[in-house]
């Protein structure tokens, strides 16, 4: 998938997001975009449900700064959305 199409669903902006964090491409408008579309709740927890499996992409999201505000978002809302199970 070309880092230009924006993604239409939850799970694909999730999927997008996480992709862009991996190769740190977190400066683009596409990485915007995945949590402006009113769901930008569930793209924080469904990357935080793959976070805590995938090292790599918890050590992409600790070098963003984004680890400790997103942790605390993801464990004050449990079960909230389950994307991942």
Known sequence: MSYR???RTCK???DTAIRLL???K???RLFDYCFEMFDGDQVVRG???VAYRDAGL???I???GFWDNWS???NDRPGQIQLFT
Do not use: A, Q, V
Request: hydrophobic share 25%; charged share 35%.
């Open 12 to 14: 694909g902006r999730i």
């Open 22 to 24: 991996k190769s740190n």
């Open 26 to 28: 977190i400066n683009t």
């Open 72 to 74: 605390k978002f993801y």
């Open 58 to 60: 918890r050590h992409s």
């Open 47 to 49: 990357i935080m449900e």
């Open 62 to 64: 600790e070098l963003n």
């Open 5 to 7: 199409k924006r993604p």
